[in-house]
């Protein structure tokens, strides 16, 4: 597992994949129904930006997280079998 924390985008901030939970399906090649919370039972509804907390990584990524996990201000357990997908547009859909 893996500690996240939740990011705040601009609300401009968007992507040609249409939503950021399309954008993770796409570049995570993973259609997961479920938040990547550990122990979360709700399905993802959105997909949020976020970053590893306590690292020296600063790069931003999209998890798909529930309505309320999306909203917590609290660092995160996800699992580590959902994908960072990059939410820098340049290295995926503004790619292709």
Known sequence: M???KNLNPNPHYSCACGSWLKHWEKFSMNKEP???VANCTSCASV???VQLA???DE???VLPLC???AA???NL???KRYKLVPANTDLTCDRW
């Open 2 to 4: 893996i500690e996240i």
């Open 34 to 36: 479920a938040c990547a």
């Open 47 to 49: 997909g949020t930006h």
């Open 54 to 56: 306590d690292s020296t």
């Open 59 to 61: 790069n931003w990524y």
């Open 67 to 69: 309505n309320e996990h």
């Open 72 to 74: 917590s201000t609290e």
């Open 77 to 79: 357990v996800v699992w």
